[in-house]
């Protein structure tokens, strides 16, 4: 029921801005859905959406990647490994939070306590 709700509410924000609920727009949002907490570069989620859509092209996710940020559904993070990474943004939460990176593994966690 989730994922039915955040795609509603994509689409009625898309639709407000003027935008359509494409399929390949669809795809992208379904990877990003079914990968939350992961931080996707575009490259990572472009190799996803490959498998639901065949025929997309990288620049297609690139723009839908940055329609999508542009439209605050998207936050961006560059954390120093040549990509930008992006997650899902909450419209019900407006608490920043941390991420901690390990040096040698790469491996990311979100740190959700203030005292940091």
Do not use: W
């Amino acid at each position: 029921m989730v994922h039915a709700n955040e795609l509603n509410r994509i689409r009625n924000m898309l639709k407000s801005k003027g935008y359509k609920l494409t399929p390949q727009r669809r795809a992208v949002f379904d990877v990003i859905l079914r990968n939350e907490g992961r931080h996707m570069s575009t490259e990572e989620v472009f190799l996803e959406v490959k498998k639901l859509c065949p025929d997309i092209g990288l620049a297609t996710v690139y723009r839908t990647m940055l329609l999508l940020e542009e439209l605050n559904v998207l936050q961006r993070h560059n954390f120093d490994d040549g990509r930008n990474r992006y997650e899902l943004k909450h419209p019900e939460e407006d608490h920043h939070h941390h991420h901690l990176i390990c040096n040698r593994c790469g491996k990311l966690v979100e740190v959700e306590e203030d005292l940091l």
